[in-house]
């Protein structure tokens, strides 16, 4: 099984809300990532987890926060948001130690208004 | 540091047409090299991947060989469908002991029409 489950699918928010993104994958990997891509753009990363530890963090403003409460679960709270940040999430998983295959879930999309 | 290019799109194919979609790539050592779908609305699939010069990846129909003397991995398919429409990215991930970043092409979108 190589499934990577996000939800919600879709997401509309003022921005003084706060919400989370959630990402769930059963496959062992020690790996997780977000990352975020914007309409006809390829994905760019945002965070790596690697055994529930944040070890990559792309110079991502500080309303994006992410957590990783254990090796299965990957979660992106929300908070203050601008309408320049609505675009498609992606969350990812892959073994610990490069080069290996990221495999990535139906991302949420996430409107800001 | 490591980056990919790929052919810019759109790619407009009749259906049973050959594809190929250029892929050049630089990095330093030996990295993995990928090649990812998304379809409309959707995330992203692993289409076919290589993880060491000369290997061939194939999936449904498409291949794709590594070749470290010109840095490509290009992307082909012999007859495509029109379900075959969609954005084709191709990407690279280094060999570093830990879990490091998928550096992407720009995508290139493909149409196949009837």
């Known amino acids: 099984d190589t499934e990577v489950t996000q939800t919600p699918k879709h997401l509309v928010m003022g921005m003084t809300n706060k919400k989370s993104l959630k990402c769930e994958q059963h496959?062992?990997?020690?790996?997780m990532y977000w990352y975020k891509q914007k309409a006809k753009k390829p994905p760019e990363l945002m965070f790596v987890?690697?055994?529930?530890?944040?070890?990559i963090n792309e110079s991502v403003p500080s309303r994006f926060s992410p957590e990783c409460p254990n090796s299965s679960l990957l979660n992106l709270h929300l908070h203050a948001l601008q309408p320049e940040d609505s675009a498609l999430y992606l969350c990812?998983?892959?073994?610990?130690?490069?080069?290996?295959?990221?495999?990535f879930g139906p991302g949420t999309r996430l409107l800001v208004l | 540091g490591d980056s990919v290019t790929q052919m810019e799109g759109p790619v407009t194919l009749s259906e049973e047409a050959f594809l190929t979609i250029n892929c050049t790539y630089t990095?330093?050592?030996?990295?993995?090299l990928f090649w990812y779908v998304q379809y409309p609305g959707e995330g992203l699939q692993l289409l076919l991947k290589a993880t060491k010069a000369d290997d061939k990846g194939s999936n449904k129909g498409f291949e794709a060989t590594y070749r470290k003397e010109t840095t490509s991995f290009h992307l082909e398919k012999g007859s495509v469908q029109v379900s075959d429409s969609a954005v084709y990215f191709c990407a690279l991930s280094p060999y570093t002991g830990t879990a490091s970043k998928l550096t992407f092409g720009t995508g290139t979108r493909l149409q196949v029409t009837l």
């Open positions: 496959m062992g990997h020690r790996a």
């Open positions: 990095a330093t050592g030996y990295p993995s």
């Open positions: 990812a998983s892959s073994q610990e130690t490069g080069g290996e295959t990221q495999y």
């Open positions: 987890y690697s055994y529930e530890k944040l070890s």
